[in-house]
């Protein structure tokens, strides 16, 4: 008698003999938890992360499609996946649940805060190291019903059966001739087992290379692929599941009714129809989405945790991008119709919109850094002066200390500063993240201005010296006017000192006669603006000088004048 052999009393009799402590039934096991109340077509889904600790944008790609799912009466979970002993590190937890939450996407079940460690929901534990017994529950079912055994081969034998398989150019894995422990008997497993042989557990793959599996796939629409024929590891030696075998118990009693997950996942899923078969659950519906890929010369290719920086989450945290623009992209990569309901509904939260599984592209989203960033300036452009100031002040404390006394100093002055060319119709766009925040605003705040102008106003401007000085003359004699007036007589009152004083009114007209002027109106203004801020790319120049009020705009210029007259 061997395992290909066996009698179902004998199976039954194998499970005894390798889980003799293991009482409960899955029935017993189902029992505990109640059954779930959903709505028609409403989605159970899980993001299911391994603990490694370092955060994947594809991470919350993940995390947000589940969410953006289970939107309408759903149920979105948190489960850990940390069965890999070897690949989870410290505090791998933690992090997941502090990312989640840092991006308002907090799971309705699981872990959900961090310290302590917490979790919530009816249907947990949702950490599966803390699942073990309910494996071995599984597994003492699985194999009375016939569909797992134990296999005793060692790593040297494993290698060698490769070697022979790669020599002899057929498939590797454990299958027909090579699945050597599907020979041995009952009282063979019993003496092995008895001298403290070690084990894993493999599915007892039906040996039929003609079937075929189909099952229906939301984003693939169909996955018909050959049945499973391998005898893949289901419990290692150390006792934990492999993901094959734990998902499968976790969906089934998780109450899941999707598998959202990434497409490297396709190969497995004839695995996993018979994982499912063995534990008597049924199969939940699929959807399999392309990862975030980028073109690396002319192919594509996966963002790479090693290779990319932009994979980490820190990469966006650290230049300060902000959260909503990160979640707007990404949605955009999912459903191209996002860019268009977002011009239209500025002000939503991205959970309205529409979100459609089956709208996801079989090819991967092509990650683009430059969309990001405009995406991220109109998301800037639409908060208000107010928000602007709060939120980078918290990406400073937390990634650039330095902002914080320049920001700070004066909180009024710097609500005006980002009041500038706010709101309206066109709404000034310049800003995608808070690192930028000294290179678009820098000349309105004195610690950065100063370290322009001491370098000499290197932007110089086209107009003499001499000229440079009498316009000053008259900027520092009429500044207090123009906080009288609106941007539109300020205009004129500037057009008009420039036609009586030697300005050409027009490029052209300079530049037809250039004798004739001193420089023609754009030089004058590009003069006023060098000599307010050092710079020739700066924001408005009314609103500039209404930020900076009377006495700060007075000083910068006089000590333009100096400057320009010695
Ligand atoms: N722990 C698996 C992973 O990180 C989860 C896959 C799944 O969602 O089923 O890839």
């Known amino acids: ?53 370092f955060l994947h944008i594809g991470a919350i790609y993940t995390s947000l499609m589940n969410r953006m799912i289970t939107r309408n009466g759903g149920v979105y979970i948190l489960r850990i996946e940390d069965t890999d002993q070897n690949r989870e590190i410290e505090g791998g937890t933690e992090q997941i649940v502090e990312a989640l939450n840092r991006v308002e996407m907090t799971p309705a079940e699981g872990p959900y805060t961090s310290n302590p460690l917490q979790e919530r929901g009816d249907y947990g534990p949702y950490i599966q190291s803390e699942r073990f017994d309910l494996y071995q529950i599984f597994m003492k ?27 002899s150019r057929v498939a590797p894995g454990i299958y027909g001739s090579y699945a050597r422990s599907r020979q041995h008997s009952l009282d ?45 590891v289901l419990l290692k030696a150390d006792g934990f599941p492999t993901y094959h075998f734990a998902h499968a118990v976790d969906d089934y009693l998780m109450g899941i009714n999707i598998v959202l997950r990434g497409d490297e996942w396709i190969p497995s899923v004839p695995l996993h129809v018979q994982v499912n078969e063995a534990i008597g659950a049924p199969l939940p519906m699929y959807a399999h989405f392309a990862p975030i890929a980028k073109m690396d010369g002319n192919s594509r290719r996966k963002l790479s945790k090693r290779k990319d920086p932009e994979a980490a989450m820190s990469y966006y945290y650290e230049n300060g991008y902000p959260i909503e623009a990160i979640i707007d992209y990404l949605l955009n990569l999912m459903n191209s119709s996002f860019e268009n309901w977002r011009a239209e509904n500025p002000d939503a939260h991205y959970e309205d919109f529409d979100f459609d599984l089956d709208k996801l592209g ?25 928000e602007v100031y709060e939120k980078a002040v918290e990406w400073a404390q937390l990634y650039d200390e330095s902002y914080i006394p320049i920001l700070t100093a004066d909180k009024a002055h710097s609500i005006r500063v980002f009041d500038i060319e706010r709101g309206g119709d066109k709404p000034r766009k310049d800003l995608a993240k808070w690192d930028e925040i000294e290179e678009y605003y820098g000349v309105l705040f004195d610690a950065f201005f100063e370290n322009y102008v001491p370098a000499g106003y290197a932007d110089a401007p086209e107009i003499k010296n001499e000229d440079m000085v009498e316009l000053l003359d008259y900027l520092i004699e009429t500044t207090p006017q123009t906080f009288n007036e609106d941007k539109m007589d300020w205009l004129n009152r500037m057009r008009e000192y420039a036609a009586d004083n030697g300005y050409a009114k027009r490029r052209k007209d300079y530049k037809n006669d ?48 100096d400057h320009f007259a010695s």
């Open 514 to 561: 250039p004798d004739a002027y001193k420089g023609w109106f754009g030089d004058m203004m590009m003069a006023f603006r060098v000599a307010l801020t050092g710079k020739t790319h700066t924001p408005d120049l009314y609103e500039m000088v209404l930020a900076l009020g009377e006495e700060k705009t007075v000083a910068r210029f006089q000590r333009a004048r």
């Open 141 to 167: 079912e699985v194999v009375a019903n016939g569909w797992a055994y134990p296999c005793f081969m060692t790593t040297e034998e494993l290698d060698e059966i490769r070697e022979q398989q790669v020599k």
């Open 188 to 232: 063979k497993i019993k003496q092995k087992i008895e001298a403290g042989e070690e084990y894993v557990m493999r599915i007892k793959a039906p040996n039929d290379t003609n079937s075929k599996i189909r099952v229906d796939d939301i984003v693939r629409d169909k996955i018909e692929m050959p049945a499973n024929n391998l005898d893949a």
């Open 362 to 386: 079989k090819a991967s989203a092509l990650f683009d850094l430059d969309k990001l960033t405009s995406i991220a300036k109109e998301t800037i452009a639409a908060y208000t002066a107010e």
């Open 1 to 53: 008698m061997t395992i290909d052999s066996m009698t179902p009393d004998d199976f039954r009799a194998l499970a005894d003999l390798l889980f003799p402590d293991v009482e409960k039934t899955i029935a017993d096991v189902q029992a505990q938890y109640p059954p779930r109340d959903i709505s028609d077509g409403a989605y159970v889904s899980r993001f299911a992360p391994s603990p490694t600790g």
